[in-house]
């Protein structure tokens, strides 16, 4: 068994407002503590979250090493996927392969409880609507900034 943690920063986000790396790693490893567990290997990197889990380079790595029994730590959901879709087939996946992946707000995501399966999908459309209401603000933000010069 092995226990993954996967940070993910897009390229310049949020490195004063708490998701740096090492805030999520700290994170983190205080969950793997309390659930028993240890971080047996640190991926981390610096992408957008609306890329396809398994299209990123370090997230193809672990889907590609990941085996029955195996869990993935990760300090938010949007830290993992700001892609709904993505992310619910992703956790089916892992479901099917009987990987773990914990979250550390809200814990195990890939069992058979109701409740957290209805959580997961709220929250994902949440962090999914954040993705591009920023995306289109910084649009319309350089387009102004264009006309004024």
Sequence with gaps: MTTYFYGRCSADENFEKGSSIATQLSKASAYAIIH?????????????????FANRPLGLEIMNEIKKGDHIICSALDRFSRNTLDLLQTIEKFKRLKVSLHFTEFGEVTGTDAIGSIFVKLLSVFAEYYSKQCSEKQTATKQRMIKEN
Excluded at 37 to 48: G, R
């Design 36 to 52: 028993n567990l240890k971080i047996d290997e640190e991926v981390s990197e610096s992408i957008s979250g609306s890329i396809r």
